[in-house]
């Protein structure tokens, strides 16, 4: 599977997470083998109503839309850059393995633009120094 399929199965086991989630951690078992139910979870089944079914449903197929739309924009983030999908995912593949071409991929991104110093402010800064003696 490709790194891109893999990472949209991700996003998509996430979503699909929430809906099993409840049930599969509703109960858990003591050393006892007797049955205890999570805190704040009773034994019965959680009265939902059909509004919040609705809201429920309505924030699950936007988030299918999300993923169809994060999916292409993945696409063309790679394809812009002149790599095939599996080209990307087989270099990603390999970073994943091996920390020398990790750390290389990790040095050529530029940190975040709220992380690198203000240039026109350094270097007005400087200009207003006093030159050392």
Do not use: C, W
């Amino acid at each position: 599977m490709s790194q891109l399929a893999r990472l949209i199965a991700s996003a998509a086991l996430i979503a699909a997470g929430h809906l099993s989630a409840v049930p599969a951690n509703a109960q858990t078992t003591a050393p006892n083998g007797n049955a205890l139910t999570s805190p704040g979870l009773s034994q019965s089944q959680p009265s939902i109503t059909d509004q919040k079914l609705d809201k429920a449903a309505a924030a699950l197929e936007r988030i299918a839309g999300l993923q169809q739309d994060f999916r292409k924009q993945v696409s063309k983030a790679v394809t812009d850059q002149g790599l095939s999908i599996d080209e990307y995912a087989e270099i990603m593949d390999v970073a994943q393995n091996d920390p020398q071409v990790r750390q290389k991929i990790m040095s050529r991104i530029a940190p975040p633009k709220g992380d690198q110093p203000n240039s026109d402010q350094s270097q007005s800064n400087q200009s207003d120094e006093a030159p050392p003696k």
